[in-house]
């Protein structure tokens, strides 16, 4: 069946499309569950900025999700995951489940995530590219995530995954103000 991606920066509502998606589907008689990493320590829940949530199983992987007959799968922060868990979701679609993802395409570097760049090779049906308020000039056109540590925008040296200790700082920030490592 079909893959539908959410993706775009930090506080760009991709968990409230995820949502959105899901929510109708708890009335109709259409068996689904929502997946989250189990490396997201932050959340119980998927859950919005403007106070909507839903139910997540966490997961140290998605081959749960191939269990049970579901018919659609929602999987939240993907980035999260496996570059291997893509083949999973392909058995998914094989087999006539519909998979929605939302998540950062990507990484505080400004790479794309390799499980991204894999679900983006698989052929989306639809890929919904969200933009965020830049924080440091306001504009709306945020595409990347900058990390910042005590004030100053951490350019290399993280995991892809940045462990969630609170000593980082998430922003979403436009091209023209995004800091680059140069090479
Ligand atoms: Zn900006």
Not at 4 to 29: C, N, T, V
Not at 55 to 62: D, E, G, H, R
Not at 102 to 110: E, F, I, P, Q, V
Not at 127 to 134: H, I, N, Q, S
Request: glycine residues 8%; charged residues 30%.
């Amino acid at each position: 069946m079909e893959l539908i991606l959410i993706l775009g920066p930090m506080k760009s509502g991709k968990s409230f499309e995820l949502i959105s998606y899901s929510m109708p589907l708890q009335y109709a008689d259409i068996s689904f569950k929502v997946f989250q990493s189990a490396k997201n320590v932050r959340d119980e829940s998927v859950w919005s900025r403007n106070g909507v949530s839903l139910q997540a199983k966490k997961v140290s992987n998605l081959s749960e999700a191939m269990e049970g007959g579901l018919k659609v799968v929602g999987i939240d922060e993907i980035h999260m995951f496996e570059e291997s868990d893509a083949d999973i979701i392909e058995g998914l679609l094989k087999k006539g489940t519909k998979v929605v993802a939302s998540g950062l395409d990507t990484d505080y570097r400004g790479e794309m995530f390799p499980i991204i760049k894999k679900l983006l090779s698989m052929g989306p049906k639809e890929v919904e590219y969200k933009r965020a308020v830049c924080e440091i000039c306001k504009t709306p056109d945020a595409v990347y995530t900058q990390i910042y540590k005590n004030g100053e925008p951490v350019l290399e040296g993280l995991p892809s995954i940045v462990p969630e200790d609170g000593s980082y700082v998430y922003k979403p920030v436009c091209r023209k103000c995004f800091l680059k490592r140069t090479r």
